[in-house]
Structures are given as structure tokens and as C-alpha cells.
């Protein structure tokens, strides 16, 4: 599966609770040439207000926007935008959004919510994980050993079950 991606979603998840105020840990470039900058016809882009909504492996329905910040990111194995309410990744290669709300569940005291999403037209689909931050990041070593290519989000969601991982469904849409 996109496990370098989903593993550097994971762990980015802690400095970024830990910070509290939203700014996330400082990126660092990769060392072989100039970092990409982020296409004026992107997908994802500055300023823009996404929503994910989903249901939760155990059938509670979110609902969350998540407004990205003003400054566009450079490439760092995807584009990481920093939001209102937690990470936003997008990595165009593997066709793949993985959003979370964990300020909302660090100051709110409630689960945190990840979607990853395989991008499908101007949206994405996928796989919903719910949990206090321990909880999600005990789901590493699973999603690190789930095997194959899925060619869709159904695919995707039924590798992440497999996988052992309680994952319910989610969708990321631009807010218009």
C-alpha cells in the first residue's frame, strides 16, 4: 500500500498535538535538488476549505472543515498544508489526501479523526480512523503490513480492514 506516505502521516501526528497551536513541526527538504513547488492548477491549493464527512467504525457520523492556511507548501513526499484543524497531506503520485482533526480532538477531549483518501475526480474516498492519538498511532505497524495495490477507494478501505485495523468510511470534498 502508500505506507511511506500513511507512516509520515502518523508520526507527523505528534509534534503537531504536541505543539497545540496548530503550526506544525518545521519540514525538512530533501537533499537531491530543488523541492517542487506546488502547480498553479493543483488540486489542493492555499486558502481552500475542504470537509470531511464519514462514519466511524463503530457508526458515529463526522462532519468537520478543515480551511487550509494562505501559504503554499513546498514538495516534501507530498504537499503537507497546515489547517485550521489539523494535518492535510496530498500527494498527487499516489493519488492520496489524508486529513485529520486532531487539534479539534486535543482541545476538545473527544477522538481524533483520520481520513485517507484516494483522490477520485475533484474529491477523494476512503478509509476513516477514529481514536485517541495512541490509539491511531497504534495502527502503524498494521497499515505498515498491509499488502497490495488498491485501484480504488472500496480497495483501499477493505486493505485497511484487513489489515486489522478498525476503519470506518470517509469523503473529502471541496467546499464550493
Not at 492555499?46 to 463526522?62: E, F, K, N, S
Not at 492556511?69 to 498527487?92: I, M
Not at 477531549?109 to 481520513?115: A, K, S
Not at 499488502?147 to 486489522?164: H, L, Y
Request: charged share 20%; with cysteine; hydrophobic share 40%.
Amino acid at each position: 500500500m502508500k505506507r511511506h506516505l500513511v507512516l509520515a502521516a502518523l508520526l507527523s501526528l505528534t509534534p503537531l498535538a504536541a505543539a497545540g497551536s496548530g503550526n506544525a513541526a518545521p519540514r525538512t527538504v530533501a537533499p537531491f535538488g530543488a523541492p517542487k513547488a506546488l502547480p498553479a492548477n493543483a488540486l489542493v491549493r492555499p486558502g481552500q476549505t475542504w470537509v470531511m464527512t464519514g462514519t466511524t467504525a463503530g457508526g458515529d457520523r463526522i462532519n468537520r472543515e478543515l480551511k487550509l492556511s494562505a501559504q503554499a507548501p513546498e514538495w516534501d513526499d507530498g504537499w503537507d498544508f497546515e489547517a485550521d484543524k489539523g494535518l492535510f497531506s496530498w500527494n498527487s503520485e499516489n493519488r492520496l489526501i489524508i486529513a485529520t482533526d486532531v487539534l479539534t480532538g486535543m482541545t476538545d477531549d473527544t477522538d481524533i479523526h483520520m481520513c485517507l483518501g484516494m483522490v477520485e475526480g475533484t474529491g477523494a474516498r476512503g478509509a476513516l480512523l477514529s481514536g485517541d492519538l495512541d490509539t491511531i498511532q497504534s495502527y502503524i505497524p498494521k497499515l505498515d503490513a498491509a499488502t497490495g495495490e488498491p485501484r480504488n477507494a472500496d480497495e483501499f478501505v477493505q486493505a485497511v480492514r484487513k489489515a486489522g485495523v478498525a476503519a470506518g468510511t470517509c469523503t473529502l470534498t471541496l467546499k464550493r
